[in-house]
């Protein structure tokens, strides 16, 4: 399977604990983004790396938010102390200027956080 | 006014109709619009893209898009029940989508 993955799939976590969620793009692809979505809601943006650069922060994006992608390729999202409100399903999309622009992206299965 | 405007739906349609869904936004700085579908529990995916005013058509699915009405449309011809899903529009370059519209072909 050459899609995007993203692990864990699904991840149950107490208030206050620390979670990790890692993505892995498709291979040829150097960007690679993060959004969150709700139920009902269509995917707010997080953040998106062009490489390993770190391009844009969504607002959206508090301190206890951070995303790595140290070597150009698969990227991580760590939650610290996490928050009820922070449950959601955790999308990760990756895109390439090998077709007509940045602008297709593909995403991966998502990664459900359920936070108690 | 939402930066990305979609009817949240249901929008009902028989097997073998035409299913009209629409999107408008707000910055006419927009390049690019998307429609993606997504199905209850997966990940969106994408069904066509489209960047110059006017139709594009891809399969039974035409994307049209009106700059100067800052509108954008998918039209589904001869829905199918495997079409029911959710249909998220989405604006690029600012990485904002819709909340969608649900689709519902009954047989």
């Known amino acids: 399977d050459t899609g995007v993955s993203q692990n864990p799939r699904h991840k149950i976590t107490k208030r206050g604990q620390n979670v990790t969620f890692r993505c892995d793009p498709i291979?040829?692809?150097?960007?690679l983004y993060w959004y969150r979505q709700t139920l009902g809601q269509g995917p707010e943006f997080l953040t998106y790396?062009?490489?390993?650069?770190?391009?844009?922060k969504s607002r959206l994006l508090s301190d206890r938010f951070s995303a790595e992608r140290p070597k150009g390729s698969f990227s991580t999202l760590e939650i610290q102390r996490t928050e009820q409100g922070d449950s959601a399903m955790y999308l990760c999309?990756?895109?390439?200027?090998?077709?007509?622009?940045?602008?297709?992206?593909?995403f991966g299965p998502g990664t459900r956080l359920t936070v108690l | 006014q939402k930066e990305v405007e979609q009817n949240s739906g249901p929008l009902s349609v028989p097997e073998g109709a035409i299913a009209s869904l629409n999107c408008t936004y707000s910055d006419r700085g927009s390049q690019s619009f998307f429609w993606y579908r997504q199905y209850s529990g997966k990940s969106p995916e994408l069904i066509m893209f489209i960047y110059s005013n006017g139709d594009k058509e891809d399969g039974r699915f035409t994307a049209q898009l009106n700059k100067a009405s800052q509108y954008v449309s998918l039209l589904i011809r001869d829905s199918q029940p495997s079409d029911s899903a959710t249909y998220l529009c989405?604006?690029?370059?600012?990485?904002?989508f819709g909340t969608g519209t649900r689709l519902q072909v009954f047989p």
């Open positions: 989405a604006v690029f370059p600012k990485l904002i």
């Open positions: 790396f062009q490489n390993e650069a770190q391009l844009e």
């Open positions: 999309a990756s895109s390439s200027r090998l077709g007509s622009s940045y602008n297709e992206q593909f």
């Open positions: 291979s040829e692809h150097n960007r």
